[in-house]
């Protein structure tokens, strides 16, 4: 008799929840909500993959969310129109690139100096958009149309159609998390991994610790600035704020709120910063003094973040020894 | 002269005002096993640490074979050969034994970068780390989370760990230290057992552990080389028997 494991039968729910949606809850503030969940969640991700799977902690992850965003109203500088198949590797090269050089200046420090670093390389990039008027300065960039996907003449995936643009993130959110997924598992995955807990005994067993942790910023900062590029595209309007460290920061708390190194964590972080976002601002006007409560709370005692909630209620009792046994 | 493997010239390294080791002459003969003994803070950690390129030295010269590997990092000294374990037990805590062994494994297996094959599938991975563990008699600890191990357990697993990466020159800081008399037992047996095949520096206090295993004993007090030579000359010699060795007795032959 096959059993399925539990947790694989709960993404594949979770994930056929995720298809039906738009069938399932026809109202379009819900379905956007849901949207920048999932944007938010890729973007979270990105930052676990680099934070909680191979130990380097971040301040400056928003620099690639804006290099994505940026690179993309870049490509749309000359005309009104872009190509969805020049813009997306366009804003990928971009965040690759900028992560290769801020990924080589950082990856050599660690701690309190990792942060600074990230930070201020973070910084700099809000900065050079704000003051630059060629990118609009603090008014930022409005992109009057989304990048057409063209098969010949053809835009065969209108991304103005909102429930189109929904599934066009939710099939990337489905290719990242897989993709992280796969690549933990490979020979690569495991050093990162072993780099994260005890990098000099990584090095010692004849790995070239600072080029895998390089790999590793990088695959990281493309991926925000995958994020960048869906978030220009969903909201339209791209503004230095997409490289303030606050952004930096608040992706840290979500990863907190989540539970770091689980990858889907981060997505519950994600939901949950966005579900309160909405929510608290009905109950009170000091909402955001509330949500800093919250947020204490919830890293008080649950260690693990609300993965913890949600584990603690669907998977109780036999999923540890379910997973055991199936390995 | 193709029996020498390493060779340190002048080796010295300080640490402030403090000579840690200073102006050691080493020449080690392929395949056998050479002791450093010598009391607590003589320097023997910070020599091994120059070998393996975790410290760089002041003044001096390493060779390994035919190559100068003295400003080379410790993951390059590590593909050429050369294994380490640590005084301090030096091992992925959060992975099982059998996770430990596969990465050090990998290293040699692989030698690129990854990014597709799940390592599940690559069996010779699995073979490698598992004959690695039997080797140290933790067959049974395969899936066993490294640190919540006993203390002598993770010392042997530091040393499978070693073994998985087939270096040739093991350096080995103070392996039996910790260990219950019957694990140390066993180690001993492996390290005399490895000593065939490979070169060893065995750095440890338990002076029984060293005659049974080393042919070759350097005797390090403050950072220098007191004396250096054969078991049998070392046991005979006056300095050592005075600086050092105090009231060691040694053991009659059987
Ligand atoms: N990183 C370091 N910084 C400063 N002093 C050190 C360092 N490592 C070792 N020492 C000092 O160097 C001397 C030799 O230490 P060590 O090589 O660990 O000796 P042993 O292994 O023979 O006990 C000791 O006095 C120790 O305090
Ligand atoms: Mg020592």
């Not at chain 2, 690559?122 to 067959?139: F, G, I, T």
Request: aromatic share 12%.
């Amino acid at each position: 008799m096959v059993i399925i494991n539990r947790k694989s039968f709960f993404f594949s729910i979770i994930f056929l929840l995720l298809i039906l949606f738009p069938w399932i809850i026809e109202d379009s503030f819900y379905l956007e909500q849901l949207t920048r969940i999932l944007i938010l969640g890729i973007f979270a991700m990105s930052l676990d993959f680099l934070v909680g799977y191979t130990g380097i902690v971040s301040l400056g992850h928003a620099a690639f969310y804006g290099v994505g965003a940026y690179t993309l109203a870049y490509s749309f500088q000359s005309t009104d129109a872009t190509n969805f198949w020049y813009a997306l590797p366009l804003s990928l090269t971009a965040s690759a690139l900028i992560a290769t050089i801020i990924g080589w200046l950082s990856i050599r420090t660690s701690g309190i100096y990792l942060l600074m670093i990230t930070l201020a390389f973070g910084q700099m990039f809000y900065f050079f958009y704000l003051e630059s008027s060629y990118f609009n300065g603090s008014d930022g960039i409005f992109l009057l149309n989304k990048p057409e996907i063209l098969f010949g003449s053809y835009n065969l995936f209108d991304l103005e159609n909102e429930v189109n643009l929904y599934f066009f993130v939710l099939g990337w959110f489905i290719i990242v998390f897989l993709l992280l997924k796969t690549i933990l598992k490979t020979p690569f995955g495991q050093v990162i991994q072993g780099i994260c807990v005890n990098e000099s005994r990584v090095r010692a067993l004849g790995y070239p610790t600072p080029r895998y942790k390089l790999i590793s910023f990088v695959i990281a900062g493309t991926l925000a600035g995958l994020a960048g590029f869906l978030e220009a595209t969903h909201t339209g309007f791209v503004t230095p704020s997409y490289s303030h460290w606050h952004q930096s920061g608040i992706l840290l708390v979500i990863l907190m709120l989540g539970g770091v190194r689980t990858l889907y964590g981060p997505v519950l972080g994600a939901a949950t910063i966005v579900l309160l976002e909405d929510l608290l601002p009905e109950i009170t006007d000091h909402w955001k003094l509330l949500l800093g409560i919250l947020i204490i709370l919830i890293v008080l005692f649950l260690p693990n973040g609300t993965t913890d909630l949600f584990s603690r209620i669907l998977f109780r009792g036999p999923i540890q020894k379910a997973n055991k046994d199936h390995e | 002269m193709n029996d020498i493997i390493l060779r340190t010239e002048h080796l010295t390294k300080h640490f402030g005002a403090l000579m840690a080791v200073q102006d050691v002459s080493l020449t080690l003969k392929k395949n056998l096993a050479h002791a450093i003994i010598g009391p607590n803070g003589a320097g023997k950690t910070t020599l091994l640490n120059l070998l393996s390129g975790e410290l760089y030295p002041d003044q001096g010269t390493i060779r390994y074979k035919d190559q100068e590997i003295t400003k080379l990092s410790p993951d390059q000294i590590s593909r050429l050969g050369i294994g380490r374990s640590y005084q301090k037990t030096n091992i992925i805590s959060s992975f099982t034994c059998f996770e430990n062994c596969r990465l050090a494994a990998q290293s040699r297996l692989i030698t690129f970068m990854d990014f597709f094959r799940p390592v599940k599938r690559l069996k010779a991975l699995s073979q490698h780390a598992e004959k690695a563990l039997e080797l140290v008699n933790l067959s049974h600890q395969a899936a066993t989370v490294a640190q919540t191990m006993s203390y002598g357990e993770q010392r042997q697993l530091e040393l499978a760990m070693i073994l998985a990466t087939e270096p040739e020159l093991l350096l080995l800081d103070e392996p039996l230290a910790g260990m219950g008399s019957q694990e140390s037992g066993q180690i001993i047996e492996l390290l005399q057992t490895l000593a065939k095949k490979h070169t060893l520096i065995l750095v440890e206090h338990d002076m029984d552990a060293v005659f049974s295993i080393a042919q070759q004993l350097t005797v390090m007090v403050n950072g220098e080389i007191l004396e250096t030579g054969n078991v049998e000359q070392i046991r005979h010699s006056t300095a050592v028997q005075e600086a050092y060795l105090g009231h060691y007795e040694p053991q009659p032959h059987h």
